[in-house]
């Protein structure tokens, strides 16, 4: 037998690590939070000793959109799942991409059509539509009616040769398909209602239900983590394999992610691109531990992991089967905590795309500032949009509950006490304003913090910002001076 012969190119090679999953992604546009949930759980599920691949399913052509490889790498390595084997480090099962392995699909269909577990269909896809149009009709399920499933191996060679368009179909076998199913359990179901699948469509290229089949064999694939809306196809699969004498690996059917009304998950709720979480500045290691409890629970109250205690915890037999709901507070309070926990440097760092204007320096002080008081990295420009701009504040938003004349008196007032220590600042503000508080304790309380509102929209433009020493400090006093004077002067023309 030649190496490259179509027996040959079918044979199974031994492939390093125990326990081998595949994320195999279709370049079609970005990856969403349900397809980069599959992603997580088969990371993690390799656990430390086995072996994470990617794997580019580029075979539909109609949609295939070649900017989105790139972009689907990125995303994965983004969230920290690092792979083994792939399309850009390449691995024992080179290659990776799906529309440059059509030999090994080809090879896969001629076993088949060798051993009738398939058959060529020369039907046009104007009857197909008519065949479907007529079952609706009637009430029935769409599915093919087999027409070609008996024509004589003679005359569908003679139109083969003829050059007639044609696909090759699944020929399903009677009787049954059952299968373990690690998070579903034991799953039956009957053949007789199982469509014939196309498995090689007539430009050539596979459809998903041969290439999946051919490329998890081929790459050793142990165990494969898939949304359980693919439980009715698996039949279809399962007769690919046993047609070609290969064991199948063991089926984890995931649950779908449902909005918090228990519908369908849609971008209301959050079903949004991966890439938009990032540039809503959501951290990664926040969105991993996220999702991965859409589908899997630790079994104690711990709801905090990095992605390697992910991987050194997570199980099959803690996937869960029910429904996984897509809770955006708590990632809300995830994020803040992942936040909370990284070193100011390194949210220093972070905020780095979220503010270009800032300097190294600042962007250290602006992390020490933020860190305890934000839940996502974009609210950062428009908390602090007052220190890299001159802030316009109108008369009303100044003086807040004060007069004119009172907000403008109280400037005057606070203006140089800026020039001491910032951190006894309020406390010599407090001092100072003491002769014209009411001697009421809380109607003092209540006209103090009035008065602090004027002092923080004429520094910063907003009624909320960090604490003001702070804030005086990120853009110095000097700047701060030159808006309270602004202020005052903007206050004396209405007064």
């Not at 027996?7 to 999953?21: I, T």
């Not at 983590?225 to 007769?239: C, F, N």
């Not at 079903?271 to 990664?284: C, K, Q």
């Not at 910032?422 to 009035?450: H, I, N, T, V």
């Amino acid at each position: 037998m030649s190496p490259d012969s179509p027996e040959s190119l079918l044979d199974l090679v031994a492939l390093p690590g125990s326990r081998r999953l595949r994320f195999a992604p279709s370049p079609t546009g970005q990856l969403h939070i349900g397809n980069v949930r599959t992603a997580l759980l088969s990371y993690c599920l390799t656990g430390n000793e086995g072996r994470f691949l990617v794997r580019i399913e580029d075979t539909d052509r109609e949609r295939y959109r070649p900017e989105a490889v790139p972009e689907n790498l990125a995303t994965l390595a983004w969230l920290g799942l690092a792979w083994d084997e792939g399309p850009d480090i390449g691995g024992p099962c080179d290659p990776y991409i799906e529309s440059e392995r059509l030999h090994y699909y080809r090879a896969a269909a001629d076993r088949l059509l060798d051993v009738g577990a398939a058959y060529p269909c020369f039907c046009s896809r104007e009857r197909l539509e008519e065949l479907r149009a007529a079952q609706r009709a009637a009430g029935l399920p769409t599915r093919y009616d087999g027409r070609c499933r008996t024509m004589p191996q003679a005359e569908s060679q003679a139109a083969i040769a003829g050059g007639a368009d044609h696909v090759v179909r699944l020929r399903m076998p009677p009787g049954q398909s059952r299968w373990e199913d690690l998070v579903l359990g034991p799953q039956e179901f009957q053949n007789e209602e199982i469509d014939d699948q196309i498995l090689i469509k007539s430009d050539g290229f596979p459809t998903y239900h041969l290439a999946q089949v051919v490329d998890d064999h081929l790459m050793g694939i142990t165990h494969v983590v898939r949304g359980v809306e693919w439980v009715p196809s698996t039949p279809k699969h399962l007769a690919v394999y046993a047609a070609l004498g290969w064991e199948a690996p063991a089926l984890a059917h995931v649950p779908l992610v449902l909005g918090p009304d228990h519908k369908k998950l849609a971008k209301r709720h959050g079903a949004m691109a991966v890439s938009e979480y990032r540039e809503m500045g959501y951290l990664p290691e926040a969105l991993a531990n996220f999702l991965a409890f859409l589908g899997w629970s630790p079994g104690t109250e711990e709801e905090i992991f990095s992605l390697a205690e992910l991987r050194s915890r997570m199980s099959f037999e803690r996937l869960q089967s029910s429904p996984a709901i897509f809770d955006q507070p708590r990632l809300d309070y995830l994020n803040g905590v992942w936040i909370r926990r990284l070193a100011v440097s390194d949210l220093a760092k972070r905020l780095a795309e979220f503010l270009p204007q800032a300097t190294s320096e600042q962007l250290t002080e602006i992390a020490a500032m933020v860190q305890e008081r934000i839940r996502r990295l974009d609210e950062v420009p428009a908390l602090l949009e007052f220190a890299f701009n001159e802030p316009s504040p109108t008369v009303e938003l100044l003086r807040g509950q004060l007069t004119p004349e009172a907000a403008r008196q109280f400037l005057k007032l606070a203006d140089p006490l800026l020039d001491g220590d910032l951190e006894e600042l309020m406390e010599r503000l407090k001092e100072a304003e003491a002769g014209s508080l009411p001697e009421d304790a809380k109607q003092a309380k209540q006209r103090f913090k009035e008065c602090m509102q004027v002092l923080r929209v004429a520094i910063t433009g907003q009624r909320v910002s960090p604490p003001l020493p702070e804030s005086i400090s990120l853009i110095g006093r000097e700047a701060a001076h030159r808006r309270i004077a602004m202020a005052i002067e903007q206050l004396a023309q209405t007064a």
